[in-house]
């Protein structure tokens, strides 16, 4: 990834060796390339926290098994879920964010430039200070190294007692840097929507991406905190003598689990509704439609964002509440689930009484709409909470969550890639490795993720280094570890793919898909002051507006804006 | 022009192909081990206990909602997909624009909502029946305390400290005898799950929670640790012991009994009571009271070693007091550096225990 940074560094850059390079690639601080530069980091760490997970489907694969020791297993299944909830999800969020957003609303930069260069690189300080606990973690005795307490870290094993050596404060350090990083990027994008949109671009006339992406950077903004907090305290239990969650002295275990939630429920939110915000660009350009109930989408992505903060607790529910306690967050949680499924609908009414062109992007879109719906189905079992105490920290939710992030985010992502690196580049990626891409990819995941929804059902619980043999989870087990390998390589289609279009792919021009939105009506890539002449927007779809002056949305939108 | 066409039409093939393909061979797999009778399995679908079986009922009617809704709307996409696809000439003219509908939002909006105010009801009323249910007399009350990486079991009215191996009485047809459970922990969160006999509920240091159950066919009912604890979080197993009355009044008197003091082992017995064994168990009628670790007492009655990682025979008793971390690494049972003849003695002294 670093060659095409680089690379395009050089398009834009008058310096082109490699001294001038890599000075451009420290000190930049335009909104393009450092979107480049997020994601290009992020899918590095795609690729080392995937071979994790891929190490972690080799040893299950059989009863048994003594590929990796516990405490290394355990090491693998902490760093591929904190690296890629933080070092993975919430980088290419911010780096499509700040890519897309500025070229969307038709503006030159982010409201805060060099806030935003800092942003990355609290997020490139803090994600290298993670992987570095594998030599720096140690203590007295050899104990510690890479962090080995699960993403959601639930004390009290992170107190001093059960964590020795310094795993436990490089998770905390390292994420509270990345969470910096999150915060000032989030900020940044909720003021460049709210101050910076082009000359008629009022609220409702935004791409739907950009009305998604600054409302999940609101909720960054309100959840990071929660978490940042509860990190502290830990930091403060484990040095300074505190005692909030070091239960041997009074504290509470179930607090951290509130904090965690507080924050940890938001961000599943924080990081599908970017997903939503690719689909509800690619799906209408490749429908040849407007997106169906622009303003009803507008709503659920804010209902989804308010409810989604009164929900926390549905991941505690074997915790011991109260049935007063359960029956709310079973109530809440179930309630999230009507917003979203509005916007399947609405998806699903934009693609009807279209004329759907299956390119590569759309493909993965329609990936998206099966996988996410049966991953939203699951979710509301999970929210029937006797339901969950059965599956609750089974296989079943490991399959429910992968569902959403890879089958639905991943997916979303993927579509998202195919259908803006033309426009980061100036070239398509090619079709023929992209169709392979698929189509491993989609093999894979189904084979891995579809047995795990049944290895939980036959009470197989998470994070267990091995299993006997004799309670039928052995073939489940088997079939979704060569999933995994066929995940592996459809990846491998797709960063071969990136690297070869680089030089090789098809010259994309400008609008390569005759899409709507205002990024795509300059050059490819966009030239650093994006466009000549800031221009001037009437309706959603200023694109479409051009090239059917009989027919302007403006014209409906002004005239029936009552109607919708 | 042609050849595109021909490309979607192969690739709408090859999508619907694909998906018969994995409903037949993933989803059609697991069935029998999820909802027939295989044995040893611990399927939430064929509980022997109550609660499990109450959860069970909800669980198929949310199941049977939740796959009515796949079905509709996966059906839906599937045909607007089909139905829409792009076709030869259609680069010609653009779709009518449509923006939206009201009513249709509305429909779409209210029709989640009932369904979700009828799932709200069921799971309303299954949460608080089961967690809101008194103990009967004649109850069996038993206590659970997590420890790093096994299971501490004591029945306070009995006056019974066991380890690893829940024993509690079936529930007659006349006379219902749940058990109900205390749950506690010694160290980190853990949770107590056995699928057959009811959902899980955890432990969680310096907190006390309460389960119960009810079980009505003897057997052995296999469950985990389900809340991540640390290294041998996988090896934290439990094994129910569900007997029919007399049975488990039997086990309750030998169970009280204090511990046989057999004069074959003395040898055994005396390398135990000089090196630090004593410091961790407990050996009922003797001078070892320890607390950090199971109790002994009767440790030949149980069938497993160290939390389910090994069956309790002489040799793996062997191999585990010389050295526990090659039948559990991480387990904190320090390796005494006891020699071959010591190690004899003590699996000799042990195995009166019974």
Known sequence: MASQEIALTANTAPGTSLVDRLHRLVATVDHK??????IGTALIFLVVAGLMAVAIRLQLAIPNNTLLEPEVFNRFFTMHGTAMVFLVGMPIIAGLGNYLVPLMIGTRDMAFPRLNAFGYWMFVFGALLLYFSYLGAPGLNGHGSAPDVGWFAYAPLTGRAFSRGHSTDYWILSLLLTSVGSTVSAINVVATTLTLRCRGMKLMRMPLFVWMMLVTNFMIILALPSLSAAQIMLLIDRYLGGHFFDTQSGGSAVLWQHFFWIF??????????????????????????????YPVMVGATTMIAFISFGVWAHHMFTVGMTSVGNTFFAVSTMLVGVPTGIKIFNWLGTI?????????????????LFQFLIAGLTGVMLAVTPFDWQLSDSYFVVAHFHYVLIGGLLYALFAGFYYWYPKAVGRLLNRKLGLWHFWLFTIGFHLTFDTMHFSGLLGMPRRIFTYDVGRGWEMLNLIGSVGAIFQAVGVLCLAINILRSLRH????????????????ATTSPPPIYNFESAPVVRSRRPLWDLKHPEDPDWKYEEAGSGEN | MRLRLYRHRKMLRALLFFAFALICVVFAGPVEPVFGNTDGVTSIFRPLSQPAQEIKE????????????????????VYAIVRFRHRAGDEASEPPQVYGSNQIELAWTVLPLLIVFVLILVTSRTIADIQNRQAPPSAVHATVIGHQWWWEIRYPELGIVTANELHVPTTDGGESRPTFIKLQSADVAHSFWVPLLAGKTDLVPNRENLMWIAPTRPGIYLGNCAEYCGTQHARMLIRVVVQPP???QQWVRDQQQSAAIGTSSAEGRKTFFA????????????AAQGQFGPDLTHLMSRTTLAAGAAPNTPES??????DPQSIKVGSLMPNMQLTDAEVDQVVAYLQTLK
């Open chain 2, 58 to 77: 909800l669980s198929l009617l949310v199941l049977a909602i939740c796959g009515a809704i796949f079905v509709v709307v996966a059906g839906l996409l």
């Open chain 1, 264 to 293: 940890g429920h938001p961000e599943v939110y924080i990081l599908i509704i970017p997903g939503f915000a690719c689909l509800s660009e690619i799906i209408p350009v490749f429908s040849r439609k407007p997106i169906f109930g």
């Open chain 1, 352 to 368: 009807y009484g279209g004329k759907i062109r299956l390119d590569l992007p759309m493909i993965f879109c329609l990936g998206f």
């Open chain 2, 246 to 248: 007399d049975e488990f």
């Open chain 1, 33 to 38: 390339e450092l979107g480049l530069m997020y």
């Open chain 2, 317 to 322: 008793l062997r191999k585990w007091i010389r």
């Open chain 1, 505 to 520: 792919g098809k010259v994309a021009g400008n609008d390569p898909w005759d899409a709507w939105t205002l990024e795509w």
């Open chain 2, 275 to 286: 090196t630090s064994c004593v410091n961790c168990h407990t050996i009922s009628g003797t």
